[in-house]
């Protein structure tokens, strides 16, 4: 308990308490809209991620321009939508959006890899209802406002920063995320193949100099002990509310505890909520081996093969 109490303290005192209710009011009104509609479509985790993200680690490369914020997921969303429509397998469909989305982000230039999970999310949860578009439109219209009225945007970093990722980086990552994806469709585990904020976090690593083997076992521990709390809180509980809260206090002190900032684990954390079918114990054993397979590919690529040593890419 005192751990506990001089860690709350620390986190009240190191961010703003106005920067808390309003990333996690976001948070907590898609919750309760989820639950007034009877509709867990309206729930889209990676709404989470951005709010946490620009609200309490303050990311300037996301709050500089809000109406990323709202233009971006949603044509992710509209993307994943349609494409999971197609009469094709669940693996074509994977590969399809994210060849669709990383295009868009490269001749955007934007680096706002959440958007990536409002593209797979359909697929995943395989949605067909027009909720789910409704809601993305609703809460990332939404976020961008408050973005745009509560935060400062600093125009010259705007438009100093080149934000795109190198056209090689976004092509080995590719290509590594279509083999694990005929991995996973080989073995008939495609529920392995695509868990949107691993694919988020791989995106944000792979045009990284330096990732150490330490900061890959925080990030693993991160985001399986947030597919955890997340997987067995909705099971137990059965309400998106109290399992939101949950999921938010846990993922806090894990976070605090590991000392680092990774938005996508709110996301992960959310994820269960939202995937059809899915046993909590499935879900964590999914979630942990595409999370040591993936982020060991990255871990390997950037550390042993000097891929990531060429300014050109």
């Known amino acids: ?52 993200g620009c609200f309490i680690y303050e990311k300037k ?30 693996a074509a469909k994977i590969v399809l959006v994210l060849m669709a989305m990383f295009l868009m982000l490269y001749v955007i230039r934007s680096s706002l890899a959440p958007a990536l999970a409002t593209g797979l999310l359909p697929i ?30 600093d125009s010259k970093e705007e438009t100093v920063e080149a934000e795109s990722k190198p056209v090689l980086a976004i092509l080995v990552y590719l290509a590594v995320l279509i083999l694990w994806i005929t991995v996973c469709w080989s ?3 495609i529920q392995m193949a695509a868990i949107p904020p691993v694919i988020v976090i791989g995106y944000e690593l792979i045009d990284k100099k330096q990732y150490s083997l330490i900061m890959l076992c925080k990030q693993a521990t991160a985001l399986v002990v947030a597919a955890s709390v997340g997987a067995f809180s909705i099971y137990y509980l059965n309400n998106f509310i109290l399992a939101a809260a949950v999921n938010f206090i846990a993922v806090v002190l894990v976070l ?27 879900f964590v054993i999914n979630s942990t081996v595409m999370t040591l397979a993936v982020l060991g590919i990255i871990y390997i690529l950037i550390n042993k093969t000097g891929i990531n040593g060429h300014k050109d890419w």
């Open 187 to 189: 073995a008939d585990v």
């Open 61 to 90: 490369q996301w709050a500089n321009k809000p109406l990323h914020l709202f233009l971006l997921p949603s044509a992710t969303a509209f993307m994943g939508f349609f494409i999971n429509m197609l009469e094709i397998n669940m």
């Open 1 to 52: 308990m005192k751990t506990l109490y001089l860690t709350t303290l620390q986190l009240v005192s190191q961010y703003r308490t106005k920067s808390y209710i309003t990333a996690y009011g976001l948070i907590l009104l898609m919750a309760a809209g989820a639950v007034f509609m009877g509709e867990k479509e309206i729930i889209l985790p990676e709404l989470a991620a951005l709010s946490i």
């Open 256 to 282: 605090q505890s590991l000392k680092i900032k990774m938005p996508p684990v709110y996301a992960m954390t959310m994820l269960p909520m939202v995937l059809p079918g899915s046993s909590p114990v499935h």
């Open 124 to 153: 995943v949860t395989n949605c067909s209802s027009y909720l789910f578009i409704a809601s993305i439109l609703f809460f990332t219209a939404v976020l961008a406002l408050l973005v745009r009225l509560l935060l400062k945007q």
